[in-house]
Nanobody, 126 residues
């Protein structure tokens, strides 16, 4: 069993920044990949960023590349999503997810992750 707790969401103006954190417990954090997914109203959940267990390989969706950065601190069992130059279309609920394995094949999808946090609301006003 794994527990994931997100923090750092909120309301920000367009062009602003937020940093999401995800504290994990219950499983060896350093053995699994981690991901951040976003779900906007009426849309499917999409992976915006993911990171291998060793932190050396990352994935960022085209829509956030150059603006968002995923990172992890295995000593603290925490993964982060730094979000800069936020846009109104970044609005949604952001979910932290723990992977089934240390990495993924191709592009990360929800099938590569088996534990999810409760979600953090991010709202970007224009």
């Amino acid at each position: 069993q794994v527990q994931l707790a997100e923090s750092g969401g909120g309301l920000v103006q367009s062009g602003g920044s937020l940093r999401l954190s995800c504290q994990a417990s219950g499983r060896s954090f350093s053995d699994v990949a981690m991901g951040w997914f976003r779900q906007a109203p009426g849309q499917e959940r999409e992976c915006v960023a993911a990171i291998y267990s060793n932190g050396r390989t990352t994935y960022h969706a085209v829509s956030v590349k150059g603006r968002f950065t995923i990172s992890r601190d295995n000593a603290k069992s925490t993964t982060y999503l730094q979000m800069n130059s936020l846009k109104p279309q970044d609005t949604g609920v952001y979910f932290c997810a723990a992977g089934k394995r240390s990495a993924w094949s191709g592009y990360p999808t929800h099938n590569d992750f088996d534990y999810w946090g409760q979600g953090a609301q991010v709202t970007v006003s224009s």
